[in-house]
């Protein structure tokens, strides 16, 4: 889309960083100020925000140890009802109460990154539970986390909360029926999954990648299906291949239509 834009665009964030450390030297389509003159997050979304920043581990499918090195806690910030740390979990008591205390006076607070499940403790469930209708999500990136995961969703389920997510990471150091193992235990816990199609961090144009292994067909299939369980989670995954992939709505219609 930018090579087709009729002038230079104005680029700048995680990708255009990753592509200059991975020796991407062609930018020539894109202007790339070293800093702009707004807040980036705010004008994204005003209702996010970062209380940390970094993460302590280096997970070879992350961009953030290359982006952000160091696991900082941070002093300030604007409190918002959105938090988009990329590993809350890691952080000391103290911080994450007074993170805690920021959002009491929202009505609704989403916790937009994956909680690391083996981090939690039960001091996390007891601060969480000061906030009001909470949006949980926990990350689920290999068959290794699963015992982490599973007692944290029995954790949080134990104490009230219902708005729980995970997100699963597909394409990556696993195969389609080891993917779709994963996405199924979160369902049988009772929870709608997100498949996460991996993306390598020198890739200049996305999904493009396809692991040994998987096929475009099933990655795509995989996408469509669990990230659109609201409208498919009736519909089989061997059969899911019947219907030609439409809007959710538009696909309802049609299976009403054949019934």
């Given at each position: 889309m930018a090579l087709a834009h009729k002038g230079r665009v104005i680029a700048g964030g995680p990708a255009v960083d990753l592509a200059k450390q991975n020796g991407c030297d062609d930018l020539s389509w894109a202007k790339t100020p070293e800093t702009v003159e707004y807040d980036t997050l705010s004008f994204h979304n005003p209702l996010a925000t970062f209380t940390t920043r970094g993460c302590p581990n280096r997970c070879e499918f992350s961009a953030?140890?290359?982006?952000?090195?160091?696991?900082?806690?941070?002093?300030?910030?604007?409190?918002?009802?959105?938090?988009?740390?990329?590993?809350?979990?890691?952080?000391?008591?103290?911080?994450?109460?007074?993170?805690?205390?920021?959002?009491?006076?929202?009505?609704?607070?989403?916790?937009?990154?994956?909680?690391?499940?083996?981090?939690?403790?039960?001091?996390?469930?007891?601060?969480?539970?000061?906030?009001?209708?909470?949006?949980?999500?926990?990350?689920?990136?290999?068959?290794?986390?699963?015992?982490?995961?599973?007692?944290?969703?029995?954790?949080?389920?134990?104490?009230?909360?219902?708005?729980?997510g995970i997100y699963c990471l597909i394409g990556f150091n696993d195969s389609p029926e080891e993917a779709r193992n994963r996405l199924e235990q979160a369902r049988s816990w009772g929870i709608r999954p997100n498949a996460m199609r991996y993306q390598p961090l020198n890739t200049l144009e996305k999904n493009s990648y396809v692991a040994e292994g998987w096929t475009e067909a099933e990655l795509r299939k995989m996408m469509q299906c669990y990230n659109h369980l609201r409208w498919y989670e009736h519909i089989q995954y061997d059969d899911f291949d019947r219907y030609p992939f439409r809007e959710p709505m538009e696909q309802v219609c049609l299976l009403y239509e054949e019934a």
């Open positions: 953030v140890p290359k982006i952000e090195p160091e696991f900082v806690e941070l002093e300030k910030w604007k409190p918002a009802p959105v938090v988009c740390d990329n590993n809350l979990l890691a952080c000391s008591l103290s911080h994450f109460h007074r993170v805690i205390d920021s959002l009491l006076p929202f009505p609704y607070v989403d916790f937009n990154q994956g909680f690391e499940a083996r981090l939690l403790l039960g001091w996390h469930v007891g601060e969480l539970s000061r906030l009001k209708h909470v949006k949980i999500r926990f990350a689920f990136d290999s068959q290794d986390e699963e015992q982490y995961v599973y007692r944290a969703v029995n954790l949080f389920q134990s104490h009230g909360f219902k708005d729980l």
